[in-house]
């Protein structure tokens, strides 16, 4: 793609929503809903629109150009052997494929947010800080300057705080906005620390610094300033771990994200399904050829991966309240795809999370629908029986729920098959993580459709339940359209007889010259070992589903009596979100409060008041003797210059000329 | 010899045209005394729109004159420099002037001070000020600066029932007077070392000799004295907490912006580009004098009670700042970050000021930090701005002031004047203090029935300098890269001898 | 002996100084004004005088043209400052500068 070409589509992107952030957050409140109804989702069709653009360029460009970077502002350049920023944007594949989801299932989740929120009083605000949250990861995932991705990092983290805490008025929001906040702190100041090592640590092959943090030059060098596996580029590779870890909920800063569920439900579809939780996927691919110097640390990765997965897949079979139970799914299905990257499988993980991005907005979404046809009620408890009613929902719900558990012809299935494949042969530990993803699979399949059977099937709980509607049109086709993307993407682009074979493959064939630069991606398994992989991963897949729909649906044995044969502490563990919330009261946060409420008592008025009251008190009083001699008189002041001019003088004379 | 044939020719078209914005507000200064005659009392906004008309053709020329004087050159058989660092400073000081006229006539009608020579006077200071910007000689520098004086002078004076503005106008005067004498002496002892007034050719006597002259040395330091006194550097400061407090606050708005920036071109011009062969002479000097405005400006600011003051002392403390990139001479950073901060000071300290413009009232002018209580409740984008403001004083990213001081102190850095950036960030630290004091107080809520100062309604063009200030202080502090090119690109064009950067 | 350079400075200088003198110890404004003036009279003195026995390479037309300058706007500084006292004068009945104190601090 020509360079001006990219310029003039990368900008108009980020344009869009910036300019529909500003659009509903001035005008709105003035020209009310129907206004930032048409704003809002408008502007992120729009870059929709180019994004296709931007698809269709890169797919045809020739095999050698497909990234394109460019420079659209010179933001700072302070001098020579100073610090250079630019607000540089990268169209490559792998952007694409992150531009792709994000405007077009944020278009469709956008659309769905102007049913949802139809009687919210603040949907100007709403939409302002969805057009937000668009542009910030859109800056993200363009950005081709490190300084501008922690820019778009940071505003992502500002966006969700925002959108989290929307219902401002309940204390629960509140505090779960600021948890999250917090965490993406934590990962903020990781980043920014692995940033500064790699700024002063980056060598061109003569041995020479060089003052950048551009991303294409950091990778282009990255080998001849960093010794493969040495502990300086592990640190930050495991730095930057711990940023991707915030973003996407991974142990041990994940605890945020089931809280994040107080925002609006089409928040939690764009940010905590779609988005914004695969953008520590992203940064591990789009760090691969650090990673790839860094095998310790991208081991680590892959295990924390798995291990997440495993973790919130028990959790999420004991929660009851339908947006957790989706949440944690998620947090289980990201553990996957940084299994993925951890590994070195980053097309495998990427595959996953457009995959992952459809359905789980899709079953966010229909969730919506539940919550909102039943006033509000998130507790799957109460639910039941509501198939009958919502008919349509229902069938979404089982599109995307098929997809999570991985179902074959869904697509989900191709994705997690194929993912789990690589992990029958790379990676550390290797193939003892693929069992592990195994189970993840049984896991998941219980959960999936536990979800389903509870809130779908059986009888209504409470009348309510027997009075719902199905959902108004434009909460509804955004659904069906995830719904039969769910069922078809897989189909569409990847011939189930390609896996088998092992041949050439859409995504992988669009995504691998990315990660082929400079890096060693993990070998795709053989064609023999990616089949058995299949057919173990789907046989998981269907136990779990099966498990479900004996336990919960048909009740034979009944859900409480296999609970009771389950050793008591794991359903404890599970019930309990395996006590991290606990855990990290007890450790982090009354340790803190108990540190602040002594300093308040004892350092603060004692030492710190103390000298800063001491030093101010001293600068005041040199404030009021310098004043005094400030006297107002001509006379006095003319004698201070002139006394001063003869002192310069006399030292001009006396010392200076000699 | 000497002058005989060239002087007495008509001054060639090329000459002219280097001194185009300068003539159009010398004949706008004309044409308002004149239209002032036939302009009824109540219809004296008129001036400030022919005022403004006259200021954005300046503009224009000074524009276009940044463009055509891509190759530095002096007209006026050299005592003028037709160089893209004047027309830089000259934008600013235009910008300054056009603003401080869009919020005068308000700010008069209130105060019953709107006179039709207001305008003209303020034509007349900013062409003193353009003309000290590009003097490239030591006798234009002197008419530059009492241009630009005497104008003041009575800018000062204008209100002329009031006894504060005399008592300021007369102390300005007197002081103003004796700083031009310790300023004349300086420049006739360096004629008398050098045999020139041209800075071209004291610069190429000078390059021949140890540069250890008393007479030359001597007449160097008077002159630093009298630059000293007009940027309002201590210890030769004096006059202007007294001054601003006194003056009527659209003239200190003008005055305490546009002086220094186009006295400090001055100083730049002749210190860091002409004597650049002495700069091991008198470098200390200056760094010392930075450190005592730095401290002096900062602390005494510290337990003001007035605004005016307060932001007189704060302004004291700046100067500090910019001589900074002074006194680092002969490094090019120095300039460019002088140049970025006296644009990033413009923009912010204008602002400020006209905030307590655009709110003066009636009767008295808004002065003490108790005017400014519980502004936030009242007018809460006025009192956002003037946070804003406050905020890039105090260097705040992402504002102008942060760049501003950023570029100053990593010049020091580069130049190995550690101290001079570790003096300016400690004193930083204590602005931060009266600050922020003036921030909260108009976020403090009023008691009930507590009485608040009876703030003007802004109107449309207090606003709107109000927000182009804010977009300036903003724009200075995000895009830095468009202002920092220009005064890269104007440093590298300074005459008296273009000096590139590293 | 004849007349040189150093005498001239000797007297440009002296009579700077009692400029400078004059500034510090009166106390009528017009007084002070006055004082300004014999500073720039000293300048004017140094100025010609470097004019007329300066160094061999000088420039002498342009130290003449700066007093001249010089001179010029000293009468018109002496006219804004009449104008100002006189207002002053007009509200107070008085020029005495260490009236002018209201402003301080």
């Excluded at chain 1, 969805?130 to 983290?157: E, H, P, Y």
């Excluded at chain 2, 008309?53 to 276009?64: H, I, P």
């Excluded at chain 2, 204008?350 to 307590?356: D, H, K, Q, S, T």
């Amino acid at each position: 793609m020509n360079g001006t070409l990219a310029g003039v589509l990368g900008t108009l992107i980020l344009a869009f929503p910036l300019a529909g952030c500003v659009l509903c957050a001035l005008l709105g409140p003035r020209y009310g809903r129907r206004f930032v109804n048409w704003v809002g989702p408008g502007v992120v069709g729009l870059s929709f629109l180019v994004a296709l653009i931007v698809l269709a360029q890169v797919v045809g460009a020739p095999e050698h150009s497909k990234s394109t970077t460019v420079e659209i502002w010179n933001w700072l350049f302070l001098g020579a052997g100073n610090l250079h920023v630019g607000v540089d944007l990268t169209l490559d594949p792998l952007s694409t494929v992150m531009i792709m989801v994000i405007c077009g299932v944020g278009f469709l989740i956008h659309l769905y947010s102007v049913g949802y929120m139809e009687h919210d009083p603040g949907i100007a605000r709403f939409f302002s800080y969805m057009n937000l949250f668009i542009f910030s990861m859109l800056l993200l995932v363009l950005a081709a300057d490190l300084v501008i991705l922690i820019i778009g990092w940071a505003l992502v983290a500002l966006s969700s705080y925002l959108l989290i805490g929307y219902w401002y008025e309940r204390p629960s929001a509140v505090l779960a906005a600021r948890k999250a906040f917090i965490t993406q702190v934590i990962g903020d100041v990781a980043m920014i620390i692995a940033a500064a090592m790699l700024f002063t640590s980056l060598h061109d092959a003569g041995g020479h610094r060089i003052f950048t943090l551009s991303l294409p030059t950091i990778f282009a060098n990255a080998s001849s300033s960093f010794s493969h596996g040495g502990p300086l580029i592990t640190g930050i590779c495991a730095l930057l771990a711990i940023g991707a870890f915030a973003k996407s909920a991974q142990f041990p800063l994940h605890t945020w994200l089931p809280d994040a569920m107080e925002g609006p439900t089409p928040v939690s579809a764009l940010i905590h399904a779609a988005t914004m939780v695969t953008a520590g996927v992203y940064l591990i691919a789009r760090f691969h050829v650090l990673y790839d110097l860094a095998p310790v640390a991208a081991g680590m990765v892959a295990c924390v991966g798995i291990g997440t997965a495993v973790m919130a897949g028990v959790i999420a079979l004991s929660q009851v309240d339908i947006k957790r139970v989706i949440a944690y799914s998620t947090m289980s299905q990201i553990g996957l795809m940084i299994f993925a990257v951890g590994i070195g499988a980053y097309t495998a993980g990427m595959y996953h999370f457009v995959t992952h991005a459809l359905f789980k907005a899709l079953l966010f979404m229909a969730a919506g629908n539940v919550i909102h046809a039943l006033a509000d009620e998130q507790d799957i408890r109460l639910m039941g029986g509501l198939s009958a009613r919502m008919r349509q929902t229902e069938v979404a719900f089982l599109a995307g729920s098929f997809a999570l558990a991985g179902i074959p012809i869904f697509a989900g299935w191709f994705s997690k098959e194929y993912l789990l494949g690589f992990g029958a042969v790379s990676g550390p530990l290797s193939p003892l993580l693929y069992l592990v993803g195994i189970g993840v699979n049984v896991l998941t399949g219980l959960y999936a459709f536990r979800l389903w059977a509870i809130v779908f099937r059986g009888e209504p709980q409470t009348a309510r339940g027997y009075a719902v509607h199905e959902a108004p049109p434009v909460m509804l086709w955004p659904v069906l359209a995830l719904a039969g993307l769910s069922t078809l993407t897989g189909l569409i682009i990847q011939w189930p007889i390609q896996i088998l074979g092992g041949g050439a493959h859409l995504v992988s064939g669009f995504l691998d010259p990315v990660f082929a630069a400079g890096g060693h991606p993990a070998g795709e398994p053989g064609a023999g070992v990616a089949a058995l992989a299949l057919i173990a991963g789907t046989a998981a897949s269907l136990v779990g589903v099966g498990g479900a729909l004996r336990l919960w649906l048909w009740h034979q044995p009944d859900a409480q009596a296999v609970a009771s044969r389950v050793p008591r502490s794991l359903t404890l563990l599970s019930l309990h979100k395996f006590y991290f919330d606990e855990l990290y009261d007890a450790v982090l946060v009354r340790p803190t409060r108990a540190a602040a409420q002594t300093m308040r008592r004892v350092v603060e008025p004692g030492v710190m008041d103390g000298w800063v009251r001491g030093l101010a008190d001293v600068f005041a009083g040199l404030s009021l003797d310098f004043r005094s001699y400030q006297s107002g008189l001509i006379r006095d002041y003319a004698s201070y210059m002139i006394g001063a001019t003869a002192v310069g003088v006399v030292v001009i004379v006396f010392v200076i000329a000699h | 010899m000497l002058l005989a044939t060239q002087n007495l020719q008509f001054p060639p078209t090329r000459d002219l045209i280097g001194l185009l914005p300068e003539l159009i507000l010398s004949g706008a200064f004309v044409i308002l005394l004149m239209l002032d005659l036939v302009t009824p009392p109540s219809r004296r906004s008129l001036l400030a729109a022919v005022s403004l008309v006259a200021l954005a053709a300046a503009m224009g020329a000074v524009v276009w004159g940044w463009f055509d004087a891509d190759h530095a050159r002096t007209i006026y058989a050299g005592s003028f420099a037709y160089d893209r660092f004047g027309r830089f400073v000259d934008g600013i000081v235009i910008a300054s002037a056009a603003l401080t006229v869009a919020i005068s006539p308000d700010y008069l009608n209130r105060r019953g001070l709107h006179f039709g020579e207001y305008y003209a006077l303020i034509l007349a200071a900013t062409v003193g000020m353009m003309l000290l910007a590009g003097a490239a000689s030591l006798i234009v520098i002197f008419l530059g600066i009492e241009l630009l004086s005497i104008s003041l002078y009575i800018l000062s004076g204008f209100a002329h029932t009031e006894t504060r503005s005399q008592e300021a106008a007369l102390k300005y005067l007197l002081l103003g007077g004796f700083a031009s004498g310790i300023l004349l002496y300086g420049m006739a002892l360096i004629y008398g070392a050098t045999g020139h007034t041209q800075l071209t050719l004291i610069k190429q006597s000078l390059a021949g000799s140890s540069g250890t002259d008393p007479l030359f040395l001597v007449g160097v330091g008077l002159l630093f004295v009298g630059f000293a006194f007009k940027v309002s550097a201590a210890p030769f400061h004096w006059w202007t907490p007294d001054v601003y407090q006194g003056a009527p606050t659209s003239v200190t708005t003008f005055m305490s912006v546009a002086t220094k920036v186009a006295a400090f071109a001055s100083l730049i011009r002749v210190f860091t580009y002409t004597f650049a062969d002495s700069t091991d002479k008198w470098t200390g000097i200056v760094a010392f004098v930075a450190i005592i405005s730095m401290v002096v400006g900062n602390v005494a600011a510290l337990t003001q009670t007035s605004l005016k003051r307060m932001l007189a002392y704060s302004g004291i403390a700046q100067a500090g700042y910019i001589l900074i990139g002074v006194a680092v001479s002969p490094d090019p950073l120095g300039t460019v970050g002088s140049l970025y901060y006296l644009a990033a000071y413009a923009a912010t300290n204008l602002g400020a000021f006209a905030v307590i413009t655009v709110l003066a009232g009636r009767g008295e002018d808004l002065d003490s930090y108790d005017g400014i209580r519980g502004l936030a409740y009242r007018r809460p984008y006025t009192a956002a701005a003037m946070a804003f403001f406050l905020f890039s004083l105090g260097g705040f990213p992402p504002t102008a002031g942060f760049f501003a001081k950023f570029l100053v102190f990593s010049a020091a850095i580069h130049a190995h004047a550690v101290y001079l950036a570790l003096w300016g960030i400690g004193t930083s630290v204590i602005s931060i203090f009266y600050y922020l004091r003036v921030g909260l107080l108009m976020y403090t809520r009023p008691k009930e029935g507590e009485e608040t100062y009876p703030w003007a309604r802004t109107s449309l063009a207090g606003g709107g300098v109000l927000a182009a200030s804010a977009a300036g202080t903003l724009v200075l502090g995000i895009l830095v890269f468009l202002i920092y090119t220009a005064a890269v690109s104007a440093q590298h064009g300074v005459l008296p001898v273009p000096q590139q950067l590293a | 002996m004849t007349i040189g350079i150093t005498h001239l400075l000797v007297v440009s200088a002296a009579l700077f100084c009692v400029g400078v003198f004059g500034l510090l110890s009166r106390r009528n404004a017009i007084a002070l004004l006055m004082s300004v003036e014999l500073m720039f009279n000293g300048v004017n003195v140094a100025l010609v005088g470097f004019a007329r026995f300066g160094y061999s390479n000088l420039r002498p037309l342009s130290g003449m043209a700066f007093a001249l300058f010089v001179i010029t706007i000293a009468a018109a500084e002496v006219a804004v400052a009449v104008a100002l006292l006189l207002v002053a004068y007009r509200r107070h009945q008085t020029v005495q500068a260490d009236e002018l104190d209201e402003l301080r601090g």
